[in-house]
């Protein structure tokens, strides 16, 4: 058997002091959890165009990667699954009012901690909540860090 963690990113946008969650229903346990616009890697896709297109499919939010704030690993014993996610900070340069909204996102929307921290049981996972702790304390790498061949 070959074992192969899941490839995520996820954005982690902040402005005004709230940041960038989407909620979105998980299927088949019909849960609606919230995460910050994220998803898999798809086949030829560099880490950052991931990041830029999950952004923009769950948001309508054209987004600016500036830094890597962390890789993490994490496994999923509800699912058995492991993940390995690369979360970006950046901007958003603009809004798309005639996105599609993807079938499974309830709403995107913009938080303060304080409300964040609320729906703490209601987050995807446990990544959601670190990665904006991390992104608070100042975790800030260079995009060069990333290497991507075609």
């Not at 390995?84 to 993807?102: K, N, T």
Request: charged letters at 20%; one cysteine or more; aromatic letters at 12%.
């Amino acid at each position: 058997m070959i074992w192969k963690p899941n490839v995520t990113v996820a954005a982690i946008v902040e402005q005004a002091d709230r940041f960038l969650l989407v909620e979105e229903q998980i299927v088949p346990e019909g849960l609606t959890v919230f995460n910050q616009p994220a998803g898999h890697l798809e086949p030829g896709e560099s880490l950052i165009q991931a990041v830029i297109r999950e952004t923009q499919e769950e948001t309508g939010y054209a987004f600016v990667p500036e830094w890597l704030v962390g890789i993490y690993h994490w496994h999923s014993t509800d699912s058995d699954t492991t993940y390995l996610r690369f979360a970006f900070s950046g901007h958003v340069a603009g809004f798309d009012p005639d996105y599609a909204q993807e079938s499974l996102i309830v709403s995107a929307d913009w938080h303060a901690m304080p409300v964040i921290e609320k729906l703490i049981k209601r987050h995807r996972s446990p990544l959601v909540m670190q990665c904006i702790q991390d992104f608070i304390a100042g975790k800030r790498f260079p995009l060069e860090i990333l290497t991507h061949y075609n």
